[in-house]
Nanobody, 123 residues
Framework: QKQLVESGGGSVPTGGSLRLSCATSGVGFSGYAVGWFRQIVGKEREFLGAITWSWGSISYGDSVKGRFTISKESAKQTVYLQMNDLKPEDTAVYYC????????????????WGQGTQVTVSS
């Protein structure tokens, strides 16, 4: 059974940093991609970036390039999202998700989702 559990959210001031973790089970194998998304109430989920398990290929959404970094630790089947220089507009619920195949930016392309973790950036 595939499971994803996010952790590491919290409240930080503008300019602060957080590292989110996505602990996975049943997905850390060849052929899977893990993506990070965020959602503000009333808006669609926004693609932040994704990584493939096999090759470690990474793609980022335009809004976070240069500030957010995705990495993985295969032994722990965990994917990380390092977020630096956080801004109030980064306040959202952050999700990780997985799909079979390569990286896609549309949330509808992902099959399994974590429960989300809240990130709040104060001005």
């Amino acid at each position: 059974q595939k499971q994803l559990v996010e952790s590491g959210g919290g409240s930080v001031p503008t300019g602060g940093s957080l590292r989110l973790s996505c602990a996975t089970s049943g997905v850390g194998f060849s052929g899977y991609a893990v993506g990070w998304f965020r959602q503000i109430v009333g808006k669609e989920r926004e693609f932040l970036g994704a990584i493939t398990w096999s090759w470690g290929s990474i793609s980022y959404g335009d809004s976070v390039k240069g500030r957010f970094t995705i990495s993985k630790e295969s032994a722990k089947q965990t994917v990380y999202l390092q977020m630096n220089d956080l801004k109030p507009e980064d306040t959202a619920v952050y999700y990780c998700a997985t799909r079979v195949g390569g990286i896609r930016t549309a949330s509808t392309e992902y099959d399994y989702w974590g429960q989300g973790t809240q990130v709040t950036v104060s001005s």
